[in-house]
Nanobody, 115 residues
Framework: QVQLVESGGGLVQAGGSLRLSCVAS????????MGWYRQAPGKERELVAT???????HYGDSVKGRFSISRDNLRNTVALQMNSLTPEDTAVYFC?????????WGQGTQVTVAS
């Protein structure tokens, strides 16, 4: 089993920055992909960014150029640097660990961007 714990969420003014972090513990499998997804009230959960063990990265269109994902394979952590935040970024951000057909999710951390 994999447990994921997110941190770093909070309240920030528009134009500001936040850095989210997620730590994975338990049985860590190779060839995994870790990433971040977000869900705003009344909306579907959407991709923010993912990164593989080898460093292959995918970003959602809405965050390209503003967010940056990174991971530390030795510490089993993934981070999301969020810059130039807007109220549209307000959502619960979930850490994800994907391996083969299995997905593990953190409990989520709230990010609120004030106008």
């Amino acid at each position: 089993q994999v447990q994921l714990v997110e941190s770093g969420g909070g309240l920030v003014q528009a134009g500001g920055s936040l850095r989210l972090s997620c730590v994975a513990s338990g049985t860590i499998f190779g060839n995994n992909i870790m990433g971040w997804y977000r869900q705003a009230p009344g909306k579907e959960r959407e991709l923010v960014a993912t990164i593989s063990v080898k460093g292959t990265i995918h970003y959602g269109d809405s965050v390209k150029g503003r967010f940056s994902i990174s991971r530390d394979n030795l510490r089993n952590t993934v981070a999301l640097q969020m810059n130039s935040l807007t109220p549209e970024d307000t959502a619960v951000y979930f850490c994800n660990f994907h391996w083969l057909t299995v997905d593990y999710w953190g409990q989520g951390t709230q990010v609120t961007v004030a106008s």
